[in-house]
């Protein structure tokens, strides 16, 4: 991608503002998976709207601030909530803040959301590593992009080696960690069961709203990627899945415990 002076902006700003060590992973914690930051040692906070080109507005659940500390003794940024296509309309809406990460060495990136469950073996309430995705939705945060770097490979997009220490990770911390494919509705509406069983058709586990731009974006910065969902309802009529926010956020704030757990062990073994 083109040099952006955006984004050169943006980690001028965190620099700034005391974020200037190196980073080790960084983190997205999707809805309701905030308290999963309690534990950062020797904080710098900064909130979004002070950085350039950091998506505004909000949805209940998030802070909507970038937080860099030590967590279980790694150095960590964590996006304390994201944005998503479906409050501006562009799939782009993510491009700086995970842009500025190659500022910053390009270090591994976990992206976290809450999700709909597609098979009985992922419950509410569990987690999954993301092992691939379906994006039927005709959007990209590419397009428009340019050069031949635009056509980014997307086998493995999910790093197989993440993976594999997310799942080593849930093994130590006795950890219950499913895995499966994921796949992006635009939102913000939630599918309907006619969609559910269409996703489940086509070979998906999971559900969701979010991530799946995230990670194209992070593959086109050369970044390694994994992705974690909390699974906070079956799919609409599924087993009686009939999602809504409230419960997202809810379901997803109960199961914070897990997500500490694994990413404990992730970060000390990291
Ligand atoms: N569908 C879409 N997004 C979601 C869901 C769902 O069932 N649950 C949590 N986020």
Redesign the pocket.
């Known amino acids: 991608m083109a040099i952006d002076p955006v984004i050169d902006e943006a980690a001028a700003t965190l620099i700034a503002r005391g974020i200037d060590g190196p980073i080790d992973c960084a983190i997205v914690l999707g809805?309701g998976l905030g308290r999963t930051v309690d534990e950062l040692q020797d904080a710098v906070t900064v909130p979004f709207a002070d950085i350039a080109g950091f998506p505004e507005g909000g949805v209940s659940g998030h802070a909507r601030q970038i937080s860099y500390g030590s967590l279980y003794g790694k150095k960590v940024l964590i996006f304390e909530g994201r944005a998503h296509y479906y409050e501006s309309g562009d799939p782009a809406v993510m491009r700086v803040p995970l842009g500025l990460l190659t500022a910053f060495g390009s270090p591994p990136l976990i992206l976290t959301?809450?999700?709909?469950?597609l098979t009985p073996g992922l419950r509410p309430g569990s987690l999954a590593v993301i092992t691939d995705h379906i994006n039927l939705n005709g959007l990209n945060p590419l397009i428009g992009d340019t050069g031949d770097g635009r056509f980014v490979p997307m086998v493995d997009a999910y790093d197989p080696h993440l993976r594999m220490r997310l799942k080593k990770a849930a093994a130590s911390s006795g950890t219950n960690l499913g895995e499966g494919v994921y796949m992006w509705?635009s939102?913000p509406s939630?599918?309907t069961p006619a969609e559910?069983r269409m996703a489940k058709l086509l070979g998906a586990d999971l559900?969701?709203?979010?991530t799946v731009p995230e990670v194209i974006l992070a593959r086109r910065f050369g970044i390694r990627v994994a992705g974690i969902s909390i699974?906070?309802?079956?799919?609409?009529g599924l087993h009686g899945?009939a999602?809504h926010h409230g419960?997202?956020r809810d379901v997803?704030a109960m199961a914070t415990s897990g997500l500490r757990r694994l990413l404990r062990a992730f970060l000390s073994e990291l």
């Open positions: 809805t959301n809450a999700a709909g469950s509705f939102g939630f599918e559910i559900v969701g709203m979010s699974i906070t309802n079956m799919g609409a899945g999602p419960e997202t997803a």
